[in-house]
């Protein structure tokens, strides 16, 4: 069955660096996300993008992030400047259709620690 | 404001028994898509059923159905003959309007399973 990839599964940085996580989304899916767990919390919305464009994004989701799809399989989420608060669970998503119509497929998850 | 509640943060069951974890949510949608996905300590998030509410049927799969009541807003998740594996937080989450990729999810149930 097709999954979603996300490199890596744990990535430690320093808090006022740039990090960038990784998702290979199911390849013919066509919408895709991004998800925070912060340990013992609600997985929350951050963003949704669909033909090269944000569609909709949380106001978790603010100036320090930004979201890429650099080629035809990767989706990249980049964190300018990371925050202690921005240490979480981050999990990409991919769905067939928007809207909550079709399930989302959750990739395994990066686990961000900032220090 | 749309909400997902879990009111059950743990529960436990024996192996091969049966077990209810509950939900409720609030929305003014009339059509709209339910889930519920389960996280492993591997922290994963696994689809593990869809309820379309236009549908009176409620879903199953395989081990896995709902109790699914429209006018109560109520998805509640039932496992029969639980297993081993079947140990892990489950969410129930659903999209928070007709219009919108974000899906809301409650704060979980960690299902504990005793041979």
């Known amino acids: 069955e097709p999954e979603v990839t996300q490199t890596p599964s744990h990535q430690v940085t320093q808090m006022g660096q740039e990090v960038i996580l990784r998702c290979v989304p199911i390849s013919n899916h066509l919408y895709f996300y991004w998800y925070r767990q912060i340990l013992g919390q609600k997985v929350e919305f951050l963003v949704s993008?669909?033909?090269?464009?944000?569609?909709?994004k949380s106001e978790i989701f603010d100036d320090q992030f930004s979201v890429e799809r650099p080629d035809g399989s990767n989706f990249t989420l980049k964190i300018r400047s990371t925050k202690l608060e921005d240490s979480a669970m981050y999990f990409c998503a991919s769905s067939e259709q928007p809207r909550g119509n079709s399930p989302l497929h959750f990739g395994n998850g990066t686990r961000l620690t900032v220090t | 404001a749309q909400t997902v509640t879990q009111s059950q943060p743990e529960m436990s069951v024996q192996e091969a028994e049966t077990v209810t974890l509950s939900c409720t949510y609030d929305t003014s949608e009339s059509d709209y898509y339910l889930f519920w996905y389960k996280q492993p300590p591997s922290r994963q998030m696994i689809l593990v059923i869809r309820q379309e509410a236009y549908k009176q049927q409620n879903a199953t799969e395989n081990r896995f159905s709902v109790n699914f009541q429209k006018a109560a807003k109520s998805f509640s998740l039932k496992i029969s003959d639980s297993q081993l594996g079947d140990a892990a937080m489950y969410f129930c989450a659903y999209p928070l309007r007709r219009n919108t990729d974000k899906l809301i999810f409650g704060t979980g149930t960690r299902l504990q399973v005793f041979p």
């Open positions: 993008f669909y033909n090269n464009e944000i569609s909709e």
